[in-house]
């Protein structure tokens, strides 16, 4: 068990639906990362962010966003959701922002099947 | 830009025996970390090792090593004494500067006992 919580563990949902997602970092680590593995694209970053505020951006759609609150516990919506978004949606936390000198410990993963 | 390539989408040994998994990469920066992941059928990505680009030994996590060659960007994964609970998809991730890791497309280990 890593210490990070994601929620639900599986989603169903139909095409042009919206979701949340939701992430509880370990406790006491202020960056949270998200990551979308698919079938065709793998594993790739969306978004990072650090103690309330966006620190990086990967390959992130614009129907999707995120965010990161006072308690550090982070939601990924997403929206207009198309079958492609199908895909396994994985949270992860960090101690600070030092890139690699840090490890970045992944939670179970959100399922999403778009219908 | 960054890239990681695995060029073995699968391989197999014989339990107790030695794999080594291989991995490739690019970047332009000389400070940066690569990590390896396992990723079991449960899902949960879990990390093997880590090694950071200015350290010439190689690290080791108890029956994981790996083989860091810099000078041609190669990093594999040995496994020795390979255990039925070692099979699992591996990725090969890359740090460099910013925060997101960067994943190649995966090895699928698979132990036969």
């Known amino acids: 068990d890593s210490g990070v919580t994601q929620t639900p563990k599986h989603l169903i949902t139909a095409t042009g639906q919206r979701v949340t997602l939701r992430c509880s970092p370990r406790s006491g680590d202020l960056s949270v990362y998200w990551y979308q593995q698919s079938l065709d694209q793998g594993l790739q970053f969306l978004i990072q962010y650090y103690n309330g505020e966006e620190r990086a951006k990967g390959n992130i759609l614009e129907r999707f966003s995120a965010q990161q609150f006072p308690d550090l516990h982070s939601e990924l919506n997403l929206s207009s959701l198309e079958l492609g978004d199908s895909a396994l949606y994985f949270c992860a936390s960090s101690v600070g922002q030092r890139g690699g000198r840090e490890t970045q410990y992944f939670g179970p993963g959100t399922r999403l099947l778009v219908l | 830009a960054q890239t990681v390539t695995q060029s073995q989408p699968e391989m197999s040994v014989q339990e107790a025996e030695t794999v080594t998994l291989s991995c490739t990469y690019d970047t332009s920066e000389s400070d940066y970390y690569l990590f390896w992941y396992k990723q079991p059928p449960s899902r949960q990505m879990i990390l093997v090792i880590r090694q950071e680009a200015y350290k010439q030994q190689n690290a080791t996590e108890n029956r994981f090593s790996v083989n860091f060659q810099k000078a041609a960007k190669s990093f594999s994964l040995k496994i020795s004494d390979s255990q039925l609970g070692d099979a699992a998809m591996y990725f090969c991730?890359?740090?460099?500067?910013?925060?997101?890791?960067?994943f190649g497309q995966g090895t699928r280990l698979t132990i036969n006992p």
């Open positions: 991730a890359l740090i460099q500067g910013a925060q997101k890791l960067v």
